[in-house]
């Protein structure tokens, strides 16, 4: 599933802090390439973790802890079904979880739950914080040379380049490098 310009600027339209910032748009880009990645190993259903990808931080109302945010995005999820996306039943059940027990710190879940919350966390870098392998849900996520490609990217701010396609960040001194992500060590 390719998130559509018309999905993505309903979210922003509602989404109360920067695009550009910790919780916005490259972050969600860089969760969902994080999830396919899981997804072709763990079997998870691409789709959902591609929708928990967009929508996970998509109703955040701070940049601190804000353990409420889940189950606004569940609800935004359950609002927008049918209008910006659909889903079989048990595909929507799984990422209105995935979306309402994001924070709650589980391990134990449906393998399309634990490969969302999985990519989640592989993002942990963004905000200085190291992966801590035993918080991470699947073997798939632990393997040390997809911990280490995720934390690179998510600490060097990587814009993946197909998002840029249907969302323009920011210009900065170092653009060309973050979108590609020339330069990485």
Known sequence: MLISKRFLDAILAQYRLPPEGIHGVAHWARVAENGRRL???TGAHKD???LFAYLHDACRETL??????GVRAAELARRWRGTYF??????????YLACARQSDGLLEADVTLQTCWDADRLEIGRVGMLIIPSRLCTEAARDPDLMDWADRRA????IPPWITTIWTPPVSP???DVETG????
């Open 48 to 50: 959902t973790v591609t």
């Open 174 to 176: 170092r653009s060309a």
């Open 86 to 95: 659909d889903l079989p039943p048990h595909e929507f059940d799984l990422l």
């Open 182 to 185: 020339a330069g990485l060590p």
């Open 155 to 158: 600490r060097h701010n990587v």
């Open 64 to 69: 601190e802890w804000d353990p409420l945010r």
């Open 39 to 41: 997804a072709e190993i």
